[in-house]
């Protein structure tokens, strides 16, 4: 039996992640990979429903078109599928492999170029009592990384306020910290955890509260003084994104280029942020390397990350990836 992942209260234990890969043939002899990264309840999709709808909309949409015409092939499929973003996700990653493969070139210079030639590594550890946390966290350490999420929103704030306060005492001044909720607080949970851990504070806290309250998200927004506030479940679409902006309930994107639809729909997100002022956070599902790599492709392109880390050590968690990605982690 392998090692769990607990996620706060709406997710439960995970046992195992499951992945769809996709080849996309063309008749080139050109294989590209894709991966979709479903997760239910966080995602609509389940891995079943990826395969259902890959047979009999999307596939039926690729056939015998071009596959380097990627904007028309992704409009194509604009028209043909309603959601389903992780199983667009997962062919948008295919047609870039494609594309690169065809041109001898990588992903991110069909985005624009890169501006950076490494990004830093944010660990996950699950918050249990403040000596767990510290064990965790020292184990970290311990293997080169200094930036931690630690996931919370699962048992009672005021334990959690107590494990944040003692966290950042100890290890405050050699690690930078992120909180993610994953939706387990409710907004008055929220807005006690801000105001008491002012003096104490994480630099940014993701999800606080459920994916639809973007009144709630505001809220705490304004009465964060301290740190930012991110957007993970409640940002899955273009149309997402321009609601978080009108509202200003958010600091930060939580990008994921399976969640959002693939390479093409995570940068077209990531760049409306930046007109509006909003920073993003490259972050990830539960992603074997191919996901990986494509988000990364995505994330070193962009000039408005966040620079507290970045969720690039996903593979890590996983006991048989398919891919070799993992070997680009170099202590943090
Ligand atoms: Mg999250």
């Not at 008491?196 to 509260?209: A, G, N």
């Not at 492709?297 to 070799?324: E, I, P, W």
Request: a negative charge; charged letters at 25%.
């Amino acid at each position: 039996m392998p090692s769990p992942i607990n996620f706060p209260r709406f997710y439960g234990t995970r046992y195992d992640a499951v992945a769809v890969i996709f080849k996309v043939y063309t008749d080139q002899g050109i294989v590209g990979l894709g991966e979709a990264d479903p997760l239910n309840p966080f995602t609509e999709e389940t891995p079943a429903s990826v395969m259902v709808v890959t047979r009999d909309v999307i596939a039926p949409n690729l056939l015998n078109q071009n596959a380097l015409d990627m904007a028309g092939l992704e409009y194509r499929l604009d028209r043909a599928v309603n959601g389903n973003l992780t199983a667009r996700g997962a062919v948008n990653m295919a047609l870039f492999d494609i594309a690169g493969k065809a041109n001898n070139i990588p992903a991110h210079l069909m985005l624009g170029g890169r501006v950076c030639d490494n990004l830093t590594i944010f660990r996950g550890i699950e918050s249990g009592t403040a000596q767990e946390d510290a064990i965790a966290i020292e184990q970290e350490m311990e293997k080169g990384f200094h930036r931690i999420m630690i996931k919370m929103g699962a048992s009672n704030i005021s334990d959690e306020i107590k494990c944040m306060i003692s966290a950042m005492d100890r290890f405050g001044d050699r690690i930078r910290f992120i909180v993610d909720a994953n939706q387990g607080w409710d907004v008055t949970e929220a807005l006690t955890f801000v105001e008491r851990t002012k003096d104490y504070s994480p630099e940014l806290i993701e999800q606080p509260i459920h994916r639809r309250n973007i009144e709630g998200l505001k809220r705490i927004k304004d009465r964060c003084c301290c740190c930012l506030l991110s957007a993970d479940e409640s940002l899955v679409t273009i149309d997402d994104a321009t609601a978080l902006i009108q509202k200003q309930a958010v600091d930060v994107f939580s990008l994921k280029v399976s969640k959002n639809g693939g390479l093409k729909k995570t940068k077209e997100i990531a760049v409306v942020a930046e007109a509006f002022g909003i920073k993003c956070l490259m972050n990830s599902m539960l992603e074997f390397g191919i996901t990986q790599a494509a988000s990364l492709q995505v994330g070193c392109t962009l000039t408005n990350l966040v620079d507290f880390g970045y969720a690039y050590g996903s593979v890590r968690r996983m006991s048989d990836d398919v891919t070799d990605f993992g070997q680009n982690i170099s202590g943090g």
